[in-house]
């Protein structure tokens, strides 16, 4: 009996751990080669930032970014109701407790948010969810380790006076130049 109660419980707990809810990430897995999508990652070689000309909190900000993961939605007259969609998805994703928000502009159907995994100084991903009926919506995910919202001040800053290697967002702006 004892041997059945032990079974029961392995099961159950396998059961459980199989329980699979969407994350952004499985997200961007299942879209990557969708047509009406554009999957881009984002190295951050591509800012050509100048390291000597970096302050010690903007050396600090850099080294806690990996990468950008990019997921575009081109939206055209073919695509509104798979559009709608997608877009419900994402927001329905980003419902779930890990990710919180940070702030948001603009409406539901039209604007941006900014969201966070992590807690306040130790911050894994920041998220930015963007959308317009009329082109589509993208999500970016800057991945990263021990981020906090000083860091990404940082960048910012840094980023104006970056050299940014537009090559790697070629296809990403190639998809919203078509007609």
Not at 97 to 108: A, D
Not at 110 to 118: D, I, K, Q, R, T
């Amino acid at each position: 009996m004892k041997r059945i109660s032990i079974i029961a419980v392995f099961l159950g707990l396998l059961l459980v751990g199989c329980h699979s809810e969407p994350t952004l990430q499985k997200y961007f897995v299942e879209n990557t080669e969708d047509k009406d999508f554009i999957a881009l990652d984002v190295s951050p070689s591509i800012l050509n930032l100048d390291q000597a000309k970096l302050t010690a909190e903007q050396k600090a900000a850099w080294k806690s970014f990996d990468k950008m993961n990019i997921l575009a939605f081109k939206k055209d007259d073919k695509n509104d109701a798979k559009f709608e969609a997608e877009r419900a998805k994402v927001a329905e994703i980003l419902k779930d407790e890990k990710y919180q928000q940070l702030m948001k502009f603009g409406s539901g159907k039209e604007g941006a948010s900014v969201s966070f995994v992590g807690d306040d100084e130790h911050i894994d991903e920041f998220v930015l969810f963007a959308n317009k009926k009329e082109n589509g919506f993208a999500v970016i995910r800057i991945l990263g380790d021990d981020m906090n919202p000083t860091n990404i001040m940082e960048m910012v800053s840094a980023l104006q006076n970056a050299n940014v290697d537009l090559e790697q967002l070629k296809p990403l702006q190639e998809m919203f130049d078509k007609k």
